[in-house]
């Protein structure tokens, strides 16, 4: 199943052959993938997946598959590459000038980069949360109304209530504002505003769902809703997340990639990536030895 397992890149001393301290290879020539990158029952795969700034490259031979349901965490050290990596996963890239993207990038066996593919019904169909909530200038309801208002989900303001209510619902906001509906988004406090962001993503019903650091600007509290939150959605949703918390990452996914200089270095379980892990970079970063 997997190719792409590398050997643990240590040093054996030949006379004693006792491991050495492993070796930190930072400028990361020919470092593979170790791990399990695949998934058996994939929502999204990614495979060989190049991504350069002109003529910088900031991804380099990504493959990776999110499984359906499956939480997966992004980590690893500040440029490495997880929010480029990410907004190749709804085409967010296509919005920046220079960006080229190769490789090949799937949602269930099809293929999103397809020139004839539309890119508003895909962003539909993967949603993604930003590092800073960023609610339009508009009413809590005109916020969650707005995805379905432009793709056309409900024929009857009563059916678009429901949707409003349901999302606002399952973003576990609809008691704080459910009497302030029509009062502006913009007014909420900042752990607020990111469950309506939330909110406004899962009105659209996407399958998957990014989320790029979506605490990183929440305190405490506010971060322990959205982890919350982001339990109870991952039943009903596949989510990819970065995160710069260890222990967010740890609490919420299933799986973790850790990237280091644009390569994916390690994916496995998470409980594996944290206690016990396959790469000395890996095992490098979580214990604080850079990054
Ligand atoms: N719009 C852009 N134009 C040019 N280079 C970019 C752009 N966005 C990112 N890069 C470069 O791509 C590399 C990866 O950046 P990226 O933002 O994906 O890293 P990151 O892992 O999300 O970092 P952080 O943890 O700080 O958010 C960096 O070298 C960065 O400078
Ligand atoms: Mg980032």
Known sequence: MMEAIAEKQTTVDSKSNVRDEPVI??????????????????????????VHY?????????SL????????????????????????LNRMNDTIDICRIDGSLQLEGQDIYDPKLDVVPLR???????????????????????????????????????????????AGLWNE?????????TGLSGGQQQRLCIART???SPEVILMDEPCSALDPIATAKIEELIAELSENYTIAIVTHSMQQAARVSNRTAYFH?????????????????????????????FG
């Open 25 to 50: 290879d930072q400028d990361m020539t020919g470092a593979q993938t170790v791990g399990v990158p695949f998934a058996d029952n994939p929502k999204m795969s990614m495979r060989n997946v190049n």
């Open 54 to 62: 002109a003529d910088k490259q900031a991804i380099f031979d990504v």
């Open 65 to 88: 598959d999110i499984g359906k349901n499956e939480v997966v965490a992004m980590i690893g050290p500040s440029g490495c590459g997880k929010s480029t990596f990410l907004r190749c």
């Open 124 to 170: 539909a169909r993967v949603g993604m949360v930003f590092q800073k909530p960023n609610p339009f200038p508009k009413s809590i309801y005109d916020n969650v109304a707005y995805g379905p208002r432009i793709h056309g989900l409900a024929m009857r303001r009563t059916e678009l209530d429901e949707i409003v209510e349901t999302s606002l619902q399952k």
């Open 177 to 185: 504002v459910k009497d302030r509906l029509h009062a502006p988004g």
């Open 202 to 204: 899962i009105a659209v």
């Open 261 to 289: 200089m644009g390569k994916l270095i390690e994916v496995n379980d998470t409980e594996k990536v944290f206690t016990n892990p396959d790469h000395e970079l890996t095992e490098a970063y979580i214990t604080g030895r």
